[in-house]
């Protein structure tokens, strides 16, 4: 029987062990459990090393910050000897903050979307929350599941996301597909007015979105500043935003990467001045 490696992360200890020491009741499943984002990340990273990757990650919506110990969790056997007893050494960054918030459960699926693609991860949520329901199915997410759900259903939709299934409560369905839909719109509509722009105006485009000035700018594009500075008016124009934040904002929704900074952009005197 193929064994399913789950990994809870909670920082509220008491639901962390329960959930935990409730799965692992499970013939079929090893489980173990961390208090941060950090903490998970080691995990991972340790199991990974050690051929033993985690197939399901279960994540609170909400949480915290704070960097900490994995959490103690009575484990089966195989699974306590696996770890020794001690917490996973490695190291790991938190994916930056979400709506303006901490780094929360929905950034961690992001980051170990980004980091191990092969692990499932699942969001549990005190709340129903459509708009953090879309962010998380957009992070990477393959479920939504209320914390006060029972037992046979989470683990059937643990077992649901390892078959590729994306699950969602059906109160849910209606309010995600909005989120989701209106996303789509909000990009389609920054994409177009990319399209807008002139080929050398995409580049001063870039490199706003890689952080650079004016003067940055001219360097790598053999431009005046005086050149550039109309080149960045008329990005702002035609994009009709009115900061370089809202201009890198908008180009980061229509999928514009920054420009290679170990690179050269165009030779000197191009022709696309």
């Not at 279960?58 to 009575?74: C, H």
């Not at 879309?134 to 990477?140: I, S, T, V, Y």
């Not at 209106?182 to 994409?191: C, I, L, N, Y």
């Not at 500075?229 to 809202?246: D, E, F, I």
């Amino acid at each position: 029987m193929a064994r399913i490696r789950v990994l809870v992360v909670d920082d509220h200890r008491i639901f962390a062990e329960s959930l935990a020491a409730a799965l692992a009741a499970e013939q079929d499943v090893d489980v173990a459990a961390a208090g941060s984002g950090p903490a998970a990340l080691r995990c991972l990273e340790r199991g990974a090393a050690e051929g033993r990757r985690f197939d399901v990650l279960l994540v609170d919506a909400d949480l915290g910050t704070a960097v900490g110990d994995t959490v103690p969790v009575p484990l089966p056997a195989p699974l306590d000897t696996a770890y020794g007893g001690a917490r996973p050494p490695g190291h790991g960054t938190l994916a930056r903050p979400v709506n303006g918030r901490a780094a929360d459960g929905i950034s961690l699926v992001g980051g170990v979307r980004s980091t191990q693609p092969g692990v499932r991860t699942v969001v549990l949520a005190e709340r129903d929350d459509p708009r953090r329901a879309a962010a998380a199915l957009q992070a990477g997410a393959c479920g939504w599941v209320a914390k006060d759900c029972s037992l046979v259903r989470l683990l059937a939709v643990i077992r649901g996301v390892l078959r590729d299934e994306t699950h969602l409560p059906p109160a849910l369905l209606t309010g995600v597909l909005r989120e989701l839909t209106a996303a789509r719109k909000h990009r389609t509509e920054s994409e177009r007015l990319v399209e807008s722009l002139t080929p050398r105006e995409r580049e001063v485009l870039r490199c706003m979105v890689a952080g650079l000035g004016r003067k940055a700018v001219a360097e790598r594009l053999f431009l005046s500043p005086h050149t550039v500075r109309t080149h960045m008016q008329n990005v702002l124009g035609k994009l009709g935003v009115h900061s370089t934040l809202a201009a890198v904002a908008l180009a980061r929704r229509a999928g514009v990467g920054p420009v290679d900074l170990a690179g050269e952009i165009v030779e000197r005197g191009g022709q696309l001045a």
